[in-house]
């Protein structure tokens, strides 16, 4: 049954070269004129110089780490941590590479027509989405047939180990799954990256944003990517780094996180598969209740199989964008594309299921993720985009004054929270009615399993706004930048259904990551049951410390944001600053005679962005280990379901009330309320600088938080009293 793995292994193998391909489509395109094309090598060099610059940060940290697992654990949990952050480092790097080598084609295609346009933004997306779902999908295949000794039925145990000086300071040995602790490295290190690229890309894509709004256009009036603003370039720059680099990071972690919770949970059941707990759990969601060494790898690796149905059923989907020839509804093509990729996922599950020892009801799981992604996507754009009222509201209330045009953008994004809300909680009882906590970890799986297609239409955003940015830097006719621009409105609703559908993911994902830490400190076979975490309990060592660790994990997502803030505006003040220096110095670049000093500006936010990104880094690392020393395993449990609850809503309010308030801004642009120039414009671009750090920087961000405190919990869960060490 092994063998099952080559399908996940071939799967992966042709995402990757169909991302190959579609890379060599797009660069058949031309990039255009000289100034394109020089525009073009300031994107791209700016991109590489971050990138790597940041690169270096992380190889730093990675063999500390890396080092660190090696001691404690074995030296396969080590090489799966980097296996995982080489992985997700190099998706963000590939799909970097691919954006800037198509923007500028993307504005050249639109100088004939807005669907040739389209297809070579698509193809510099599917990069991206296809790289992603390839490289995690085959990152983790590779992990667990490297070490596939340690994954062996007959040798799977729940073991004991002494940690050298540890062990004596705690007064005893740590327990666990060798297979699980790997599985669950790999899914930390691509976790850790993901958080540094959103980080540090966030912080930088904002503060270049802010610095060219608040002085090129609200002060000195410019039109958008003009090129006598000294932050132009940069803040294409942080389009990529950010909006593409992170991005690919983000989802690559979200995706590995979804397929490892159900692992991990699947190997504790196999090995208290004679308790009489988890004998009812298999009744449930298997064919016959049997969970045996004939059926193991089925079970171990049928979330690898649906997956890669997921990862067919998006090249399927980009295939359809590309071939469809509608040139006037073009956002009805890129949706229909994301629809029958989700389709043909569940098609593609249920036939996967259906062969599988599992029974329906974790099909049943997988359909209600994938609904809940969809509707949670949806309710993103209604509250975003200017086609519907909330954004034209905002837009109203700009004319008014930007004070007035922030509040009513914040309520926006407040009430913005309450479908979700009732989605999420409805699908976590449905699914949870059906399979218990595996059924929430399959419904993560499904909403993350076509990937490919969801990053794809994502990452196409940043590209067709680099491509605008071009335009306009290359002095373009009219009707070329009207064409971007259009490209870019419908990148803009396209991102707000990501970034609600990867708000959504997140939360089942992390639900699915903590029931698998609940389980990850069993000392015995004996032990493992159902877990349950007493909130109110007559055991005063549980119940009280329990509720406190609640509090605290809502608290932390608060102090994270407020840094990333702090990080973005801290950052865009030196922007801000140095624009009107050189306004200041040489009245020639307002007249456009002479040339501004791009390099200062990229060079101002690259220092700022990688030092602000250390200290938040820093606290969703340590802050597991505070809780878990100080207060106990039971706790531990609390705080991440606190800070699970709490990153949610937060993160929704964020991604739509920055959504709406940039929409309105644009709803403004093209021509209501005074349009460009006016009073109403400027405080929409007031407005939409105090929505940037909310969309791109916090809302994207929240989503890794919960995730990789709840991966650095399941690796270290039996270093963990059980009780407060603050009692007797």
Not at 255 to 266: A, K, L, Q, R
Request: with cysteine.
């Amino acid at each position: 049954m092994f063998e099952l793995i080559l399908i996940s292994a071939l799967v992966s193998g042709l995402a990757i070269l169909s991302a190959f391909m579609f890379h060599r489509f797009m660069l058949k395109h031309d990039a255009g004129t000289p100034k394109m094309k020089e525009l073009q090598a300031h994107i791209r060099e700016g991109a590489w110089t971050f990138m790597t610059e940041e690169a270096k940060v992380f190889a730093v940290v990675m063999l500390v780490i890396a080092a660190i697992l090696g001691l404690i654990f074995y030296w396969e949990v080590a090489a799966a941590f980097l296996i995982g952050a080489v992985l997700s480092m190099s998706a963000g790097f590939i799909g970097m590479n691919s954006a800037t080598l198509a923007n500028a084609r993307v504005t050249n295609a639109a100088r004939k027509d807005s669907k040739s346009a389209l297809n070579v933004a698509m193809s510099g997306g599917a990069v991206m989405g296809l790289t992603v779902a390839g490289l995690a999908l085959g990152g983790l295949t590779l992990v667990i047939f490297l070490f596939r000794g340690s994954f062996e039925p007959s040798v799977l145990h729940i073991e004991s180990k002494a940690v050298p000086f540890i062990s004596q300071i705690i007064g005893r040995n740590i327990n666990f799954i060798k297979a699980a602790l790997i599985v669950s490295a790999y899914s930390m290190g691509a976790s850790l990256v993901a958080l540094f690229d959103r980080v540090g890309g966030g912080i930088y894509t904002k503060a270049a944003d802010m610095g060219a709004d608040l002085v090129g256009k609200a002060e000195e009036h410019l039109p958008e990517d003009d090129p006598r603003n000294p932050a132009t370039i940069a803040d294409n720059v942080g389009d990529n780094v950010g909006d593409v680099g992170g991005l690919g990071a983000d989802l690559l972690e979200s995706f590995v996180g979804s397929i490892i919770s159900v692992i991990v949970i699947m190997l504790y059941v196999f090995v208290a598969r004679n308790n009489a707990d988890i004998q009812a759990l298999l009744g449930e969601i298997t064919n016959g209740g049997v969970f045996a060494a004939a059926n193991y790898w089925w079970l171990i690796i049928t979330p690898l199989i649906i997956i890669s149905g997921g990862i067919i059923s998006s090249l399927l989907g980009v295939m359809f964008v590309l071939m469809k020839k509608n040139k006037s509804k073009l956002q009805g093509t890129l949706m229909n594309g994301t629809r029958i990729s989700a389709i043909l996922t569940i098609i593609l599950s249920y036939i996967v299921i259906s062969l599988s020892p599992l029974n329906l009801s974790v099909f049943w799981a997988v359909v209600i993720g994938i609904a809940t992604g969809i509707i949670i996507g949806y309710i993103s754009e209604y509250y975003t985009s200017s086609q519907y009222k909330p954004v034209k509201r905002v837009a109203e209330a700009d004319d008014a004054g930007a004070a007035i045009g922030i509040t009513e953008g914040m309520a926006v994004g407040m009430i913005s929270t309450f479908v979700p809300g009732i989605v999420v909680a409805v699908a976590i009882t449905m699914t949870y009615w059906l399979a218990g906590l595996i059924g929430v970890a399959f419904g993560a799986l499904g909403m993350l399993s076509f990937v490919g297609m969801t990053v794809a239409v994502d990452t196409y955003g940043p590209i067709a706004d680099n491509a605008g940015g071009i335009a306009e830097g290359a002095k373009l006719p009219h009707e070329v930048r009207k064409r971007t621009d259009n490209l870019d409105s419908i990148g803009n609703t396209t991102a707000a259904i990501g970034k609600g559908f990867a708000i959504g993911s997140a939360a089942f994902s992390a639900l699915a990551l903590i029931a698998a830490y609940m389980w990850s400190a069993i000392g015995s076979v004996g032990e493992v049951k159902i877990p349950t975490i007493e909130i109110i309990s007559n055991n005063p060592l549980i119940g009280g410390s329990v509720i406190a660790a609640l509090f605290l994990g809502a608290m932390v997502p608060y102090v994270f944001s407020a840094l990333l803030i702090q990080g973005v505006s801290h950052t865009a003040n030196q922007m801000v600053r140095e624009i009107r220096r050189q306004f200041k110095a040489d009245p020639g670049i307002l007249k456009g005679k002479s040339k501004p000093d791009f390099n200062k500006c990229i060079s101002i936010t690259s220092k700022s962005s990688l030092r602000k990104m250390v200290l938040p880094a820093l606290l969703t690392i340590v802050m597991p280990f505070i809780i878990g020393f100080l207060l106990g395993r039971f706790a531990l449990a609390g705080f991440l379901i606190g800070a699970l609850l709490s990153c949610m809503q937060l993160a929704i309010y964020c991604a739509n009330t920055g959504g709406a308030l940039d929409n309105a801004k644009k709803f403004i642009e093209e021509g209501h309320y005074g349009g460009k120039g006016s009073e109403a414009h400027v405080s929409s671009i007031i407005g939409d600088t105090v929505g940037d750090p909310l969309k791109d920087t916090v809302g994207p961000s929240l989503d890794i938080l919960v995730k990789l405190m709840s991966v650095v919990s399941i690796l270290f869960a039996s270093l963990f009293p059980v009780y407060p060490v603050i009692f007797p």
